[in-house]
Nanobody, 118 residues
């Protein structure tokens, strides 16, 4: 059974930081590209950042220079370090795993709420 369990969300003031974690089980983690997505109320889910199996990171323009994605294959975990948070970063943040085989498979976590407010 595949599970992606996010943690680390919460309430933070503008300018603050949070670190999200996504622990994976039931998959061969090193064979999956990993990503963080977010969905704000009334908006579509959007890509925040992803990281390849080789560790190459890709970021949405709106988080470049503020967020950092990383992975620890030994711990089957992907992280999202979020700095300089803004109120518009408020959303539910989801972890996604994308398999590199065929047919393509992907899995989602249940999400963790991030609220940026004073």
């Amino acid at each position: 059974q595949v599970q992606l369990v996010e943690s680390g969300g919460g309430l933070v003031q503008p300018g603050g930081s949070l670190r999200l974690s996504c622990a994976a089980s039931g998959i061969i983690f090193r064979r999956f590209a990993m990503g963080w997505y977010r969905q704000a109320p009334g908006k579509q889910r959007e890509l925040v950042a992803d990281i390849t199996i080789g560790g190459r990171a890709n970021y949405a323009e709106f988080v470049k220079g503020r967020f950092t994605i990383s992975r620890d294959n030994a711990k089957n975990t992907v992280y999202l370090q979020m700095n300089s948070l803004k109120p518009e970063d408020t959303a539910v943040y989801y972890c996604r795993a994308d398999g590199m085989g065929y047919p393509p498979v992907n899995y989602w976590g249940q999400g963790t709420q991030v609220t940026v407010s004073s």
